[in-house]
């Protein structure tokens, strides 16, 4: 015995009082090979006894017992697979979806079981065959006449394999000529040891089984054979594979079920990206800002050298670079500080500077001309040819000056001898040197500091001379690698000391680009949230468009995790679409602003990096399936049965 029903009872609530009883403890045995015919009139029960025997309702009282084993009693996932595989719904109505083809249309079961494109396509094709249709199978439902529906249904039913048929008026819309085709495929269906129970009005029909059941009022009436049974032994089927949906088959889905509706899915992905092309453009533009500034401070530094200062609450303003204002620590370093500083690892070279700045007590005389400057400094390694605007870099008994203090003289500096008056430990140093050379300023701010380089031991002899001591009050620290550099600037310090004021400004300075930067792409990211509303409300339509399908899926074995994971699938689809569309605008619009910046100011404004792309993507996609996620449950909730009532 294959099915077996004992004291099935049904109600439906009318309201909170009374209820409708639809089936009144009906008894039922039905075996393999059987073709049974339910009849009755409408309301009497049959769709009722359909529903519970097909596993699609389960608010029912008595026991329906598929091999002995209750159905009331398995779990939803259970019941779920009882309806993959060991039944099949033919409908009256077809419940065909109607944006898949006839392939995808019978395989979609198959695609519910995980099982391989290779293998649903063969076996869609041996029923294709079987009932008529190998040479309708690209086709569409609207392009089928209501026979070739009914097929393309009846091998919906049969592709699982199932065990039991259950054919709900499967003639009902079909003329007689057609009728009677459908009605031998029937036919050979039982012959192959399937149970077949067809609910029906048509006598017809009815007489074509070897069992008609009646039933009215919710009992059975009758229950007689019509000819010889055919009753087959039970074969043992063989267990599937794996019978989960998976994420990249709902993908795969999804994608087919967003091409019924691409013109809307394009716009809504399209409104989506414009938060995403924001957000990306907000950080870019922030990066290019920092990366123009760190640029243009760097532009003069010896990229293998790292400044050391120590730290100190009494800074004075002093120039380490060509054309860079510091506040360099006066505290002066000691020679056991210098040897601990050479001992860093990746140090290569250590070298002692000495800086000062004055506002009232520096100047440079040619002849009777005497001209002051506000900053002294001795040269080191981070002073590059690079920065020398004019002449050469300065040997022994020679001076580097800043292009603005020679234009204070009528007749250019270089080659010239001049007298130096400087200021160490309060007494006065003063020598004769040659000026070999020009630096300029990198910005408008430095047009008024006047600034004077020369050589660590000329300045230490000058001080000689005047009874006066150099103690080194910056430290330069060289390397052979750049990719070294950060880590002895980390080194520095753990150890308490500071790295140049540069370093320490641009580093304030990018922190609160940061924040303004962070700030923008919060405001920008607010289209992100209208963005997921309207993802939100057009999945949520689709769902209610899409119920009747919903209820088919059902049928054929969908679980509440395959209908969700369907339409997460379909948010995450619409999610990857509207970022890689923010993204390639966000790169137009890249190209596009540091087009028109580098023509009036020579920079990229706009810098993208592949972490931002990345980051734009991901935060679309998760928003998307955020906001999926509702509309997703929704449909997951529904009832099969009453969703395949929906017109």
Known sequence: MLLKINQLTKSYKINREEKFPALKGVDLEFNKGEMIAVIGESGSGKSTLMNVLGGLDKDYQGKVLFKGKDLKGLKEKELDKYRKNQV??????????????????????????????????????????????????????????????????????????????????????????????????????????????????????????????????????????????????????????????????????SFKNMREKLTRNILVALGASIGITSVIIMLSIGNGVEKYITNTMNEFVNPLVVEVNKKSQTTDTTTQNPGSIMMAATTPFTDEEIAELAQVKDVKEVEKAYAKTSYNSFSIQLGEEKKAFQSLATLSKNVTSENITEGDMPKAGEILISASLNEQYAESLIGQEVILNTEVGGKKLEGTYVVSGLFGEISSMMSNINIVYLNYGDLESMAVEAGAVIEPNTVYLSTDKESKVQGIKDTIKEMGYEGSIQEQLLEMFTEMLSVMTYILSAIAAISLVVSAIMILVVLYISVVERTKEIGVLKAIGARRKDIKRIFVAEAFLIGLVSGLIGILVAVLLMLGINFLTNKLYEVDLVVISVYYALFGLGVSIVISVLAGLYPAAKGARLDPVESLRRE
Do not use: W, Y
């Open 88 to 253: 099949g719904f033919i409908f009256q109505s077809f419940n065909l979806i109607p944006h898949l083809s006839v392939l995808d249309n019978i395989t979609i079961a198959m695609t519910l079981s995980n099982i391989g494109k290779e293998e649903r396509t063969k076996r869609a094709k041996e029923i294709l065959k079987e009932v008529g249709l190998e040479d309708q199978m690209k086709k569409k439902p609207n392009q089928l006449s209501g026979g070739q529906k009914q097929r393309v249904a009846i091998a919906r039913a049969l592709i699982n394999d199932p065990e039991i048929i259950l054919a709900d008026e499967p003639t009902g819309s079909l003329d007689s000529e057609t009728s009677a085709q459908i009605m031998k495929i029937i036919e050979k269906i039982a012959d192959q040891g399937k149970l077949v129970i067809i609910v029906t009005h048509s006598e017809r029909v009815a007489k074509n089984c070897n069992r008609i059941v009646e039933i009215a009022d919710g009992l059975i009436i009758k229950d007689q054979k019509n000819n010889d049974s055919r009753v087959l032994p039970s074969e043992k089927k063989s267990e599937k594979g794996k019978q989960n949906l998976s994420f990249m088959s709902a993908i795969g889905l």
